[in-house]
């Protein structure tokens, strides 16, 4: 029997993505929500996507593939060297600030995901290259994983923050559990998110995310499959890769203060030490 408030919290793509290559759409009013925004574009070579930003600073990911990308006033040719997320390699991503607007041509078949909040307009548009990106390796055992973060909280965005994570076949990645569900600085602050994962390989491939809170009236255990994204307004939200199965996943968070202030699960924290 299928779960209706899972189904709530996954996010499906379109087999065929409208006139201008978009498969995926994330609006605060579709995830009834304030902050995130979230759209993915699969592109054939010469195609070109042309948006406003309107109210939104937005960050464009160049999931795999190579691109022309162009504001208003800059523009970046020959961008995106990954042809696929599994080659681990950082993303390149552009910076684009509200009130702005972005064109981004296919160079060879490519997947961008736009990521969205609110913006104030202080910042302008700008690259971020690989090298830019900072990688580390998270956690332990059975639950370490590889951590690029395109947009962390030490580098400039009103809004936004964005990350991919890499979880080998076997492990745990975002665990032990962690929320950012309530405005309660600076123990913890509140941040939206989405989770859009990647399996490798996609036949059969799956990875399991559970949402719950401490009085369980969210629990959910949600089966994900390849380019699907998962939807946490609340709760702690630990994920795992099958055996046989490695998992990529990029997230995008925002609230109303551009902090990550969080709290683990107290069953599970000890995990930590």
Same mark, same amino acid.
């Given at each position: 029997m299928s779960n209706l408030l899972a189904s709530n919290l996954l996010v499906t793509p379109e087999q065929q993505g409208d006139k201008e290559g978009k498969v995926l759409s994330i609006t605060p009013e579709s995830a009834g929500w304030k902050y995130v925004g979230f759209d993915v574009y699969k592109l054939k070579e010469g195609q070109i996507v042309e948006k406003e930003t309107l109210d939104q600073e937005t960050v464009i990911v160049v999931v795999?593939?190579?691109?022309?990308?162009?504001?208003?006033?800059?523009?970046?040719?020959?961008?995106?060297?990954?042809?696929?997320?599994?080659?681990?390699?950082?993303?390149?991503?552009?910076?684009?600030?509200?009130?702005?607007?972005?064109? +981004?041509?296919?160079?060879?078949?490519?997947?961008?995901? +736009?990521?969205?909040?609110?913006?104030?307009?202080?910042?302008e548009a700008r690259l971020i290259a690989p090298e830019d990106v900072d990688v580390a390796m998270r956690g332990s055992g059975s639950m370490e994983r590889l951590i690029q973060t395109i947009l962390p909280e030490d580098k400039p965005a009103d809004s936004l923050f964005v990350i991919e994570v890499f979880t080998p076949a076997g492990n745990w990645s975002s665990y032990p559990p962690h929320k950012h569900d309530e405005e309660n600085l600076p123990q913890e602050g509140y941040l939206e998110e989405t989770y859009y994962h990647k399996m490798n390989p996609v036949e059969g491939g799956f990875a399991l995310q559970r949402v719950y809170t401490d009085d369980k009236s969210l629990n959910e255990t949600i089966v994900v499959k390849d380019s699907e994204v998962v939807l946490i307004p609340k709760g702690y939200h630990p994920v795992s890769a099958p055996p046989g199965y490695e998992l990529y996943y990029l997230n995008v968070m925002a609230g109303p203060v551009r902090t990550w202030k969080f709290t683990n699960d107290k069953d599970h924290e000890w995990l930590m030490k």
């Amino acid at each position: 029997m299928s779960n209706l408030l899972a189904s709530n919290l996954l996010v499906t793509p379109e087999q065929q993505g409208d006139k201008e290559g978009k498969v995926l759409s994330i609006t605060p009013e579709s995830a009834g929500w304030k902050y995130v925004g979230f759209d993915v574009y699969k592109l054939k070579e010469g195609q070109i996507v042309e948006k406003e930003t309107l109210d939104q600073e937005t960050v464009i990911v160049v999931v795999s593939g190579r691109a022309n990308v162009q504001t208003k006033h800059k523009s970046w040719d020959n961008i995106g060297k990954r042809m696929s997320v599994f080659e681990k390699t950082p993303a390149y991503s552009v910076y684009v600030p509200n009130d702005d607007q972005f064109k +981004v041509e296919a160079l060879t078949e490519l997947e961008i995901a +736009v990521c969205k909040a609110p913006g104030k307009g202080t910042y302008e548009a700008r690259l971020i290259a690989p090298e830019d990106v900072d990688v580390a390796m998270r956690g332990s055992g059975s639950m370490e994983r590889l951590i690029q973060t395109i947009l962390p909280e030490d580098k400039p965005a009103d809004s936004l923050f964005v990350i991919e994570v890499f979880t080998p076949a076997g492990n745990w990645s975002s665990y032990p559990p962690h929320k950012h569900d309530e405005e309660n600085l600076p123990q913890e602050g509140y941040l939206e998110e989405t989770y859009y994962h990647k399996m490798n390989p996609v036949e059969g491939g799956f990875a399991l995310q559970r949402v719950y809170t401490d009085d369980k009236s969210l629990n959910e255990t949600i089966v994900v499959k390849d380019s699907e994204v998962v939807l946490i307004p609340k709760g702690y939200h630990p994920v795992s890769a099958p055996p046989g199965y490695e998992l990529y996943y990029l997230n995008v968070m925002a609230g109303p203060v551009r902090t990550w202030k969080f709290t683990n699960d107290k069953d599970h924290e000890w995990l930590m030490k």
